[in-house]
T-cell receptor, first 112, second 108 residues
């Protein structure tokens, strides 16, 4: 049983560019959440998708947007990249609230 | 979400039990206590969660005090592979709010 898979694993972008990160949830899971983890800090919640809709959002600007597809996979898009967007981006999937969320290995984004 | 307080770091001897404390004095009645760990450069790994009762699984035990203001994660026989950052999280809604966690180093 494949767990949560994310692609790509590493990415280098230039300031001002746009980036799309992808996530496939664990089999049977219908909810996908995205987190940003800066170096030396804990992960910070960006948003969560359920039934192809954004269900909850953290304190991130509108430059961060997402999408969930009918097969429950998800994308995270970041526009107008800033140097401060350099981080590990984590995707987590779950089946419902108050159940454990399973995390992928993350995408390491470097903005230069 | 209720705030949690954990020690910044702790050491543990291999083969011994590791007891990780967490204070959550402002926890509400419908908030769960979750524990995750993160081994360097990997995604966080779910360990255990509970509401009121003590819980045990193949990885660890979770002891929640009767007033629910604190909890302890117990790793019964720590190994070198248990070296990681451990996060105690109080969860009400859909998101997980990670703090700084406790860096646990298991020494041979």
């Amino acid at each position: 049983d494949a767990g949560v898979t994310q692609s790509p694993t590493h990415l280098i972008k230039t300031r001002g560019q746009q980036v799309t990160l992808r996530c496939s949830p664990k089999s049977g899971h219908d909810t996908v959440s995205w987190y940003q983890q800066a170096l030396g800090q804990g992960p910070q919640f960006i948003f969560q998708y359920y039934e192809e809709e954004e269900r909850q959002r953290g304190n991130f600007p509108d430059r961060f947007s997402g999408h969930q597809f009918p097969n429950y996979s998800s994308e995270l898009n970041v526009n107008a990249l800033l140097l401060g967007d350099s981080a590990l981006y984590l995707c987590a999937s779950s089946l419902a609230a108050h159940t454990e969320a399973f995390f992928g290995q993350g995408t390491r984004l470097t903005v230069v | 979400d209720a705030k949690t307080t954990q020690p910044t770091s702790m050491d543990c001897a291999e083969g011994r039990a590791a007891n990780l404390p967490c204070n959550h004095s402002t926890i509400s009645g419908n908030e769960y206590v979750y524990w995750y760990r993160q081994i360097h450069s990997q995604g966080p790994q779910y360990i255990i969660h509970g509401l009121k009762n003590n819980e045990t699984n193949e990885m660890a035990s979770l002891i929640i005090t009767e007033d629910r203001k604190s909890s302890t994660l117990i790793l019964p026989h720590a190994t070198l592979r248990d070296t990681a950052v451990y996060y105690c999280i109080v969860r009400f809604d859909y998101k997980l709010s990670f703090g700084a966690g406790t860096t646990v180093t298991v020494r041979a």
